[in-house]
């Protein structure tokens, strides 16, 4: 163990010499470190993931790893659901510590705690009502869900987990994005006057005793400040000059851009479509500015043309904050013996968060 290196000394290095730092430092760690990247980080990282992929895939590489170090090139709630996966001899580590999702901060413990609170005036939520929690949120509220006998999804596996909460009670409270579990329960066949918004800055979510009582599905009123830019008419303009485009979507846009458009999914899943369509195909894509711009650059040479939904820049700012910078000082740290940004979840909270996200792994496809 030495010294940590300064993070400020890396702040003025060029991406060059961050990028030969990074694979000295790779080198140097060898099988000891596994790189994960989300699909909506920036190339200059993404390159030096050992794995890629969506919020589930990624969540099963952390649980089967034999790495020592797990740096997750994501968001906080990945890293942190890779220390709870992962056995407790391996570190969890967030090269920057202000990636947050501006999602998950929507719902909260305490909030989420008065919701249940509240809903026990009209019902007992806990014969009544499934806690499912989006796997975008804090550790604390994964293990909420699995102190009330609910489950983790992501977009991936959303209907699969719905399934599984209607199977246990009647009624689903699903926090943080309303978006993801209204087009989930949509798909569903659960009629929309049937899932009700939860404002949580409202007494009772705003609810009445009978519209809670007639509910199915009980939406946080939370969103991503990414997706929600994406709007239906940005499709109807882009019919308008390509009529032969398909369009496809991120579940987490809204309702409305959701029915418009010819697929929905996730990250991961939107990949494998762009990559299956025939040659030549244009593209319209409702999701992060990163995964987008790489799309489009990947299938060039196949004629594809990949486009991005919203006319105005929407990148997921927080998930731009892990940079060649952060990634090179937390791996020269590494190799030198420095645990740097460690994320390390309670031990309590970890054991009931781990019952529902493998409740999640259980029933997921
Ligand atoms: P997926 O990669 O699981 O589709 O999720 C997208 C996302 O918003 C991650 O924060
Ligand atoms: Fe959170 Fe949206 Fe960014 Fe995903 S894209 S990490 S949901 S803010």
Known sequence: MTTALAMHRYSLMDDAECEARILDAKARLGRRLVILGHHYQRDEVFRH????????????????????????CGVHFMAEVADILSRPEQVSILPDMAAGCSMADMASLPAVEKAWRELASVLDPDEHVTPVTYINSAADLKAFCGRHGGIVCTSSNAQKVLEWSFGQREKVLFFPDQHLGRNTGHRMGIPLDEMV?????????GLTPEQIRKARMILWKGFCSVHQMFQPEHIERFKAR????KIISHPESPFEVCEKSDYVGSTEYIIKTVAESAPGTRWLVGTELNLVNRLNDQYKHED????FMSPTVCMCSTMFRIDPQHLAWTLENLADGNVVNRIQVPAEDARLARLALERMLDVSP
Not at 50 to 57: E, I, M, T, V
Not at 197 to 205: A, I, L, N, T
Not at 242 to 245: D, K, L, V, W
Not at 304 to 307: I, L
């Open 304 to 307: 594809k043309q990949v486009h």
């Open 197 to 205: 918004v939860w404002d949580f800055e409202q007494p009772m979510g």
């Open 49 to 72: 993931a050992d794995f890629s992929g969506d919020s589930l895939k990624l969540s099963r590489q952390a649980a089967g790893s034999e790495a020592e170090y797990i740096v997750f």
């Open 242 to 245: 390509f009529p032969e485009a």
